[in-house]
């Protein structure tokens, strides 16, 4: 019973284009959203996140849109750079004491020069 | 420089017998976690840890053990009871007393039971 779902395993994108990766999640309780980078074999780093009282968080060329009504968050990537090729991940924050983290299965994100 | 270090790098173990992954960190965190990732799949808590000697279990726990003896470690034991450990294991660890959220993760151990 997948709560955080990132429905496509796979994009690519030419360089200078924009990436928009997508996260869907279930339950409404989640209150903050991350998004990580993972290149393989290492761990993940952090990338921006954005909490439920907001709707946009913009830093640099990423921008992270969240739609409440509809449980969607995006990662916009503009422009694009071969150097974002990587796995991303959404994670998503349910509230309380114990700031567990839950992860979508990510999407590979191919920047093609 | 402050980090999370993990190690080793790579480990290979034969089955049946127990193995134990390090995770340090130099960040004076609160919190530390473990979590491991499978091909095509999300990465999963296996046990979380928010205070010295206290720590739960995460979703996937069975086959597993820990130990928080010390702030800056947070060392997990595969045992052979676990029917799938190989894996890639990571460590995080997140700071309580500020308002950020996010978790810091280390470079992770690949582990291979042969």
């Known amino acids: 019973d997948q709560q955080v779902k990132q429905n496509s395993p796979s994009l690519s994108v030419q360089e200078g284009r924009i990436s928009i990766l997508n996260c869907d999640y279930t339950?409404?309780?989640?209150?903050?959203f991350l998004w990580y980078k993972k290149y393989p074999a290492e761990g993940p780093t952090f990338l921006i996140s954005?909490?439920?009282?907001?709707d946009k968080n913009e830093d640099g060329r990423f921008t992270v849109f969240l739609n409440k009504s509809a449980k969607h968050l995006s990662l916009h990537i503009v422009p694009s750079q071969p150097g974002d090729s990587a796995v991303y991940f959404c994670?998503?924050?349910?509230?309380?004491?114990?700031?567990?983290?839950?992860f979508g299965k990510g999407t590979l994100l191919t920047v093609n020069p | 420089d402050g980090g999370i270090t993990q190690s080793p790098k790579y480990l290979f173990r034969k089955e049946g017998q127990n193995v134990t992954l390090s995770c340090e960190q130099n960040?004076?965190?609160?919190?530390m976690y473990w979590y491991r990732q499978d091909p095509g799949q999300g990465l999963r808590l296996i046990y979380y840890?928010?205070?010295?000697?206290?720590?739960q279990k995460g979703d996937i726990a069975e086959g597993y053990s820990v130990s928080r003896e010390k702030k800056e470690s947070f060392p997990l034991t595969v045992t052979s009871a676990q029917k799938n450990p190989t894996a890639f294991y990571l460590c995080?660890?997140?700071?309580?007393?500020?308002?950020?959220?996010?978790?810091?993760f280390g470079p992770g151990t690949r582990l291979t039971v042969l």
């Open positions: 840890s928010q205070i010295v000697n206290d720590f």
């Open positions: 995080a660890s997140r700071d309580r007393g500020t308002s950020g959220n996010e978790q810091f």
């Open positions: 954005i909490s439920s009282i907001k």
């Open positions: 960040l004076n965190h609160d919190a």
């Open positions: 339950n409404s309780m989640f209150d903050y």
């Open positions: 994670a998503t924050l349910g509230g309380g004491s114990n700031y567990k983290l839950t």
